[in-house]
Structure formats: structure tokens, C-alpha cells
């Protein structure tokens, strides 16, 4: 018994080969816009909404890329794209995708927030932000 489960574990693992598994990697994408409260207070929970769109249909939203340094919070959208040879371009005219994400302000008055919203890159290849600065009451 021991041996034909062994056979059947080894048969099972070797027939498994890395081309069977997907391949994908990780994208951040620019946020379109974004909706955030005009002052916070320390306690309290507040949705940051991020809209963006999708390029691909292979495209998959994953999360947020969140960055804290200090008072800056750094935001983007965060896909899985898979790479499959039958990936579509998105209809340009498709509507945004909304997704939120709660912030708890943690610093007392009179503090300010700092967040920077990746908005893509220039033709020299550099990073574009949107900043917004949220006061602490």
C-alpha cells in the first residue's frame, strides 16, 4: 500500500511541469482620480476612493501599493497581469473602476497628511504624483 502511494505521489509531481502553472507578474497602475476627505479626525476611519482603468483584459486588481513615510502616503493601483497570448485592449470609452481603501488618521491636531497619487510616468520615464495635503482637526 505504502508503495503504490508512493508511485501515485511521485507520478502526480513529476507530471506537473512549470510551463502548466501561470505566469504573471505585478503592475502599478495611474490613479485617474481619487476622492478624499477635505480634514480628518484622529479616531475616526475615512474611505480614500481611487479610480483607474483597466488596460488589458488580463489585468486583475491585486490591492494598493501604500507607502508611508512619515507624514507622505504614497498610493497606486496595483494589478496581477497575466500573461496569456488572447489579452485584450480595454475599450477606451469603458467606465473607470472604483475601489476604496480606509485611512485611520493616527497624529494629533495640528498635523497634515500628505498623499501622492501615482498619476504615471513623463517621456522621460520619472514618476508623476498628485499630491493632497488632508489637515488633522
Avoid: W
Avoid at 488596460?55 to 512619515?70: K, S
Avoid at 469603458?94 to 475601489?99: C, D, L, Q, R, S
Amino acid at each position: 500500500m505504502k508503495k503504490i502511494l508512493f508511485i501515485l505521489t511521485a507520478l502526480f509531481i513529476f507530471s506537473c511541469t512549470p510551463d502548466d502553472s501561470p505566469r504573471y507578474h505585478y503592475v502599478i497602475l495611474p490613479v485617474e482620480s481619487f476622492e478624499v476627505p477635505e480634514t480628518v479626525q484622529t479616531g475616526q476611519v475615512y474611505p480614500i476612493k481611487v479610480t483607474y482603468k483597466r488596460p488589458t483584459t488580463c489585468h486583475v486588481f491585486e490591492g494598493f501599493y501604500y507607502d508611508i513615510y512619515y507624514e507622505l502616503r504614497t498610493v497606486g493601483v496595483q494589478n496581477i497581469v497575466v500573461d496569456r497570448n488572447d489579452c485584450v485592449a480595454t475599450d477606451p470609452d469603458e467606465a473607470p473602476i472604483v475601489k476604496s481603501f480606509d485611512f485611520s488618521p493616527m497624529q494629533m491636531a495640528p498635523y497634515t497628511y500628505v498623499f501622492r497619487f501615482y498619476k504615471g510616468k513623463d517621456e522621460n520615464g520619472n514618476n508623476i504624483f498628485e499630491e493632497v495635503e488632508i489637515p488633522v482637526e
